[in-house]
């Protein structure tokens, strides 16, 4: 069964940052596309950043040009740089992604982490 582990969440002041880090129990490059979401307390949870197996990258707007999410399929390791956070980043991030399962028919399976909390202060 894929597991996914996330770490390197934590607290810290407005304007630092934080690189968390997902270890995929299987292969990552088995997936289409790997996600970071995040869910904030008494908010919806929203995906904020995407990578596909070819390294296509998509963020929410808030996090344009301060989040960067990559990834290294030699390690099973896909990570998110989060640099000049502020409060309203706080939350619970997931990481997860969508996997193929070959057909026919084809089918898609999302696999998810247990979440690491982000905390940022004023």
């Known amino acids: 069964q894929v597991q996914l582990v996330e770490s390197g969440g934590g607290s810290v002041q407005a304007g630092g940052s934080l690189r968390l880090s997902c270890i995929v129990f299987g292969n990552v490059a088995s997936f289409v596309a790997m996600y970071w979401s995040r869910q904030a307390p008494g908010k919806q949870r929203e995906q904020v950043a995407s990578i596909t197996s070819g390294d296509s990258t998509t963020y929410i707007d808030s996090v344009k040009g301060r989040f960067t999410i990559s990834k290294d399929n030699a390690k099973n390791e896909v990570y998110l740089q989060m640099n000049s956070l502020t409060p309203e980043d706080t939350g619970v991030y997931f990481c997860?992604?969508?996997?193929?399962?070959?057909?026919?028919?084809?089918?898609?399976?999302?696999?998810w982490g247990q979440g690491t909390q982000v905390t940022v202060s004023s």
């Open positions: 997860h992604g969508t996997r193929l399962v070959m057909g026919p028919p084809l089918r898609q399976y999302d696999d």
